[in-house]
């Protein structure tokens, strides 16, 4: 396996395409811990339900799906993207208010070191903005480059690279205030 793929995907997509359970099953399993990670990171307790929605979505077009690993995890993310959206929109029409009880619910549930995961995420975007945040999440944990960041966030690659930027020297400055 690469760093952020499937060695062989082509096929592994081909045989999930077809209806393999044990092959979609491989895809989900590669690509799952970075989409959590990465909607963790944007939307905190949300996250496994819009996660849910993605795999939902992905599911139903899989055998429409028409490239290569990239352009796949690409698919993946956008849809994410636009689920995340969703849900901000669903919020604005309803706001939730969060309960300490859902908080302490989710903390008794999940692993220690996923906790620690989730911690780690939820500290490398604090303080940044929404779209600062979204571009080093996506670049970290999406595995993606600037560009193809860009693309997905309908940007151009050099707006992407001045957000790093300062998304990363925000960064250094919060982790040497805190030294």
């Keep these: 396996m690469s760093q952020f793929g499937i060695e062989d995907f082509p096929e592994v997509l081909q045989q999930a395409q077809r209806g393999d359970e044990v092959a979609f099953r491989v895809i989900y399993r590669t690509y ?5 990670r990465f909607l963790r990171g944007r939307l905190g307790g949300d996250a496994e339900d819009v996660a849910a929605e993605v795999w939902i979505s992905v599911t139903k077009g899989l055998s429409k ?14 849809t994410a993207r636009r689920r995340m959206i969703d849900l901000y929109r669903r919020r604005a029409v309803r706001p939730q208010i969060a309960r300490d009880s859902d908080v302490h619910e989710l903390s008794e549930v999940a692993p ?11 500290a490398l975007v ?7 945040a979204e571009i ?3 670049r970290v944990l999406g595995g993606f480059s600037a560009k193809e ?18 998304a990363l020297a925000k960064l250094a400055e919060h982790l040497k205030d805190k030294a």
């Design 126 to 132: 604090e303080g940044l903005n929404d779209e600062q």
């Design 112 to 122: 220690p070191e996923q906790l620690e995961i989730d911690e780690a995420v939820a």
């Design 32 to 36: 799952h811990p970075g989409l959590l």
């Design 65 to 78: 799906f028409v490239g290569d690993e990239l352009a796949f995890r690409a698919w993946i993310f956008a």
């Design 149 to 166: 960041v860009g693309d997905l966030l309908g940007k151009s690659e050099a707006s992407v690279r001045v957000a790093q930027h300062r």
């Design 136 to 138: 080093v999440l996506l």
